[in-house]
């Protein structure tokens, strides 16, 4: 960054409160990197105090702080800096809280973790004082780059590679299908990074995670005082993704009459804001993924045909982790040095026995279920190697066949003494533990969904309630 521009802004504040401490370090790193004042709250109490008495413009928040709710924090906010602008984060958004915080007045809400691009985008927004610049997302620096690893060693998916790199630097639209967990957005990365676009935006949107009237914004774009709540001028991820890459991510679960005005922005590259007057033209390329089968969908009429075609000029499909044995070696060496890393562990192999016991298990949820499992016997192994304990998988040992879900249970039948359901309590503890009570976390570190985890945590609490009163 030229330090003309670092010195013009320099006197710009902007308020993080974050819960994670890697994450908060990341964000703060990249936004002082920007030529920001970052200010830190511990807490919703410490935010509300810190964004009135520094004078504080732009409030990036975890959704739900210690402390204080979000939308709470937003109120009290407002009550004394009315022109603040409040922009929440979350690693497992629910639809009615995004939806609850935009029309409250939020600026938007971002899912974990952060695309930088955006964030940095809006950021230059919030602090241009017209909230009317139509200039284009800045560039990627490397640093802001993801980057990119798929691993294999199978031969269909060095056949995709091999594809995906023949159209990467095109303006093709591509469809990646696979199962959860597959891959697909690394795929949609890969390409993007190889095309002439790299240097310009990658902008990712789930098209299953908001309603269809807040996704039309959410895609589009919106004026000031289109409906209730919107106090300025948004752009959309089209706009944000301008001379870039636009991600629709589960694409197949955008409503159908959505679907008419996606087609017809692809056709025309031209968007309508939600509330414009004017188009806007907009110079996307468009990669598209869904877990399911699309031909059905069109079938069924849950998907346009006319948009199918457009989307699906290159169609990729990802075999599953099942399909491709030879990878699960190659993934979890992988996995352990990037959580060696990550957690500041020194775990070197797998057992055998621990390699035979994944390379038998069924993996409904593909390489994400793998990384959750190497990840979590990471932290719980004891010495330099992973053993067959430590995945605390029921299948070769329990005898499972693998048509349940991972979740349902969450321990081999070799313990540590004592029944699986302590060993069960003791796991999910000590997982806390290290995680600091961090319950997303935990139960992505334990390969379950954090409703799994909250209602085991209850059930041992009714448990204890029970023994007590005995």
């Not at 938007?108 to 927004?125: A, C, M, N, W």
């Not at 591509?174 to 199962?179: C, D, F, I």
């Not at 310009?200 to 908001?210: Q, T």
């Not at 039309?216 to 706009?239: D, M, N, V, Y």
Request: aromatic fraction near 6%; include cysteine; hydrophobic fraction near 35%.
């Amino acid at each position: 960054m030229k330090q003309e521009h670092k010195s013009n802004i320099m006197g710009n504040r902007i308020l993080l409160i974050e819960n994670n401490t890697r994450q908060r370090t990341q964000l703060r790193n990249s936004i002082e990197a920007w030529g920001y004042e970052v200010f830190i709250a511990a807490d919703g109490d410490e935010a509300a105090k810190l964004s009135v008495d520094k004078n504080i413009p732009f409030i990036i928040s975890e959704f739900k702080p210690n402390g204080i709710n979000g939308l709470s924090l937003l109120e009290h906010i407002r009550q004394k800096n009315e022109t603040a602008q409040v922009l929440f984060t979350s690693e497992a958004p629910a639809i009615e809280d995004a939806v609850s915080a935009i029309k409250a007045g939020a600026l938007d809400f971002f899912t974990k973790p952060v695309d930088l691009t955006q964030l940095r985008y809006i950021t230059e927004k919030v602090f241009n004082g017209n909230g009317q610049s139509a200039a284009p997302p800045p560039r990627r620096t490397g640093a802001e780059t993801p980057e990119c690893h798929i691993i294999t060693g199978n031969r269909e998916m060095e056949k995709l590679l091999k594809m995906a790199g023949q159209v990467a630097d095109s303006c093709a639209s591509v469809l990646v299908q696979g199962e959860s967990g597959t891959g697909k957005e690394l795929f949609a990365r890969l390409i993007h990074n190889k095309s002439g676009r790299a240097e310009r935006p990658f902008v990712a949107v789930n098209c299953s995670a908001l309603p269809e009237t807040l996704l039309e914004s959410e895609l589009f774009g919106h004026e000031k005082g289109a409906f209730t709540g919107a106090i300025a001028r948004k752009p959309g991820k089209f706009e944000l993704a301008h001379q870039g890459t636009l991600l629709l991510d589960e694409i197949t679960e955008m409503d159908v009459r959505l679907q008419s005005k996606l087609l017809r922005a692809i056709q025309e590259n031209q968007i309508d804001r939600v509330g414009g007057v004017q188009p806007v033209s907009v110079d996307v390329r468009i990669i598209a993924t869904t877990n399911r089968d699309i031909d059905t969908a069109v079938r069924q009429g849950d998907f346009r045909e006319d948009l199918f075609y457009r989307i699906a000029t290159i169609p990729l499909s990802i075999p599953p982790l099942r399909q491709r044995r030879e990878d699960i070696k190659l993934l979890s060496e992988y996995f352990i040095d990037k959580y060696n890393r990550l957690d500041n562990r020194n775990v070197k192999k797998l057992s055998d026995a621990a390699l035979i016991c994944l390379e038998r298990y069924p993996f409904n949820g593909n390489v994400r279920e793998l990384e959750n499992i190497i990840h979590r016997a990471i932290l719980l192994s004891d010495g330099k190697t992973i053993t067959e304990g430590n995945l605390m998988l029921a299948t070769a040992v329990g005898g499972r066949t693998g048509h349940g879900r991972q979740e349902d249970v969450l321990l081999s039948a070799e313990g540590d003494g004592g029944t699986l359901k302590d060993v069960e309590k003791k796991t999910i503890f000590q997982t806390l533990d290290k995680t600091n009570g961090n319950r997303t976390r935990a139960a992505q570190t334990l390969g379950i969904s954090v409703r799994t985890l909250r209602n085991k945590l209850n059930e041992y609490k009714e448990n204890e309630d029970s023994s007590e009163s005995e």
